[in-house]
């Protein structure tokens, strides 16, 4: 049972890049949604999903697009990377009251 | 966004000791719910609150749902080493999850 898996685990971008955080969950779940963890501030919600083409703006969307083309995936982009990004992000797939989290994506942005 | 504060922060305690946090809100929600959040990974759900008043357990753990709807408490009893972690608190409403700030849990061997 794989549940929800992101890639990669750690990434270290300079200031400008882009690139695509991968979420992908394998139990059908309609929702799912992205959150960025920094130390005292617990998760906070980017973007979410409730279903195949359907996308929201969370608590924290500047900085970050979505897409969710699948029920499977929804993949996070920073389009221009800032150091304010460093931080761990984790996607989640939700099926009633019961949210399954990834592993987590270590992002440092120098 | 809503806001949940968890207290405390952080907590150090011996082995065998019990433990208790909680988390407050401003707002009314219809579901709590406890994750637990190991080193290097995502958070586990660990106890889910669905009524005003309801007491649940789970092994050593025991959740409550506030009277009010604006709170929670999670208490562990006889603390083991394997309970280190962040406990996070969440409110449901909608279909929306917010989060509590966590609470940092170091136990003393």
């Known amino acids: 049972n794989a549940g929800v898996t992101q890639t990669p685990k750690f990434q270290v971008l300079k200031t400008g890049q882009s690139m695509t955080l991968q979420c992908a969950q394998d139990m059908n779940h309609e929702y799912m949604s992205w959150y960025r963890q920094d130390p005292g501030m617990g998760l906070r919600l980017i973007h979410y999903s409730v279903g195949a083409g359907i996308t929201d703006q969370g608590e924290v969307p500047n900085g970050y697009n979505v897409s969710r083309s699948t029920t499977e995936d929804f993949p996070l982009r920073l389009l221009s990377a800032a150091p304010s990004q460093t931080s761990v992000y984790f996607c989640?797939?939700?099926?009633?009251?019961?949210?399954?989290f990834g592993q987590g994506t270590r992002l440092t942005v120098v | 966004g809503q806001q949940l504060n968890q207290s405390p922060q952080s907590m150090f305690i011996q082995e065998g000791e019990d433990v208790s946090m909680n988390c407050t809100s401003s707002?009314?929600?219809?579901?709590w719910l406890w994750y637990k959040q190991d080193p290097g990974e995502g958070p586990v759900l660990l106890i889910a609150?669905?009524?005003?008043?309801e007491l649940t357990s789970n092994g050593r753990l025991t959740a409550q749902f506030g009277i009010t709807r604006k709170d929670s408490f999670l208490n562990i009893s006889a603390s083991i080493p394997s309970d280190v972690g962040i406990y996070f608190c969440a409110g449901i409403t909608g279909n929306q999850f917010y989060f509590g700030t966590g609470t940092s849990l170091t136990v003393i061997p």
């Open positions: 707002s009314i929600f219809n579901t």
């Open positions: 989640a797939s939700k099926k009633g009251t019961e949210a399954f």
């Open positions: 609150l669905y009524k005003a008043g």
